[in-house]
C-alpha cells in the first residue's frame, strides 16, 4: 500500500508564497496520476491540480495562473508551488496517487 506524507504548509500573509511537498512510498509512483485537493473549514473536499503520466497538467479554475504541479519520479514526490495566496485558498491541502490519501498539511492564508 502507498503511503503519502505532505509537508510545506503554514501561515502566510496574502500575496506570500508557500510550496507544499508530498512523499510516496512503493514503485508505482511514476506510472501514477497524482493530485492535489482541499478542504476548507466547513466546504466539501475539492480538486486543485493533477499531472499525469507525461507531465501535463491541470488545474481547478481557481488557482490556474497562480499555482503549479510538478513531479520528481526519482523522488517519488510531487510538488504544489503556490503563489500570489489569497484567503480563500485556506484549506488542508491533500495529496492523492490512486485511492490513497495523505494525512494533510494545513494552509492558512492571512488577509
Known amino acids: 500500500q502507498v503511503q503519502l506524507v505532505e509537508s510545506g504548509g503554514g501561515l502566510v500573509q496574502a500575496g506570500e508564497s508557500l510550496r507544499l511537498s508530498c512523499a510516496a512510498s512503493g514503485s508505482i509512483f511514476s506510472t501514477a496520476v497524482l493530485g492535489w485537493y482541499r478542504q476548507a473549514p466547513g466546504k466539501q473536499r475539492e480538486w486543485v491540480a493533477t499531472i499525469g503520466l507525461g507531465s501535463n497538467t491541470h488545474y481547478a479554475d481557481s488557482v490556474r495562473g497562480r499555482f503549479t504541479i510538478s513531479r520528481d519520479n526519482f523522488k517519488n514526490t510531487v510538488y504544489l508551488q503556490m503563489n500570489s495566496l489569497k484567503p480563500e485558498d485556506t484549506a488542508v491541502y491533500y495529496c492523492?496517487?490512486?485511492?490513497?490519501w495523505g494525512q494533510g498539511t494545513q494552509v492558512t492564508v492571512s488577509s
Open positions: 492523492k496517487l490512486g485511492s490513497g
